[in-house]
């Protein structure tokens, strides 16, 4: 089993900067975790959630939605099993519940995934809040 936790949200002035983490346990019968990709994503009441950002296992391939390009930076460190979002010059429209997940899907190694259904394992959410 696999288990994904995030910390490191908060509330944060427009302008202001936080780091996520994504801490992980545990692994299946194919791999180790450290073989899988990561993405963070993001959602707000009566939205769907979205893709902000995703990483292959390596760290070779990343993805970010237009709309934290230039802002957040994914990383991870895969001898201390952890992923993170650094974001930076926050704005209000970036408040959301942001959700670490991982696949462990087949095929997916060396890509940054950015589709929910593409991803088979969430943690609980950070709540992140930007005031004006």
């Known amino acids: 089993q696999v288990q994904l936790v995030e910390s490191g949200g908060g509330l944060v002035q427009s302008g202001g900067s936080l780091r996520l983490s994504c801490a992980t346990s545990g692994r299946t019968f194919r791999s180790p975790f450290t073989h899988y990709p990561m993405g963070w994503f993001r959602q707000v009441p009566g939205k769907e959630r979205e893709i902000v950002t995703a990483i292959s296992w390596n760290g070779n391939n990343t993805y970010y939605a237009d709309s934290v390009k230039g802002r957040f930076t994914i990383s991870r460190d895969n001898a201390k099993n952890t992923v993170y979002l650094q974001m930076n010059s926050l704005e209000p429209d970036d408040t959301a519940i942001y959700y670490c997940?991982?696949?462990?899907?087949?095929?997916?190694?060396?890509?940054?995934?950015?589709?929910?259904?593409?991803?088979?394992?969430w943690g609980q959410g950070t709540q992140v809040t930007v005031s004006s």
């Open positions: 997940a991982a696949s462990t899907l087949d095929g997916y190694e060396d890509i940054a995934p950015r589709y929910t259904y593409e991803y088979d394992y």
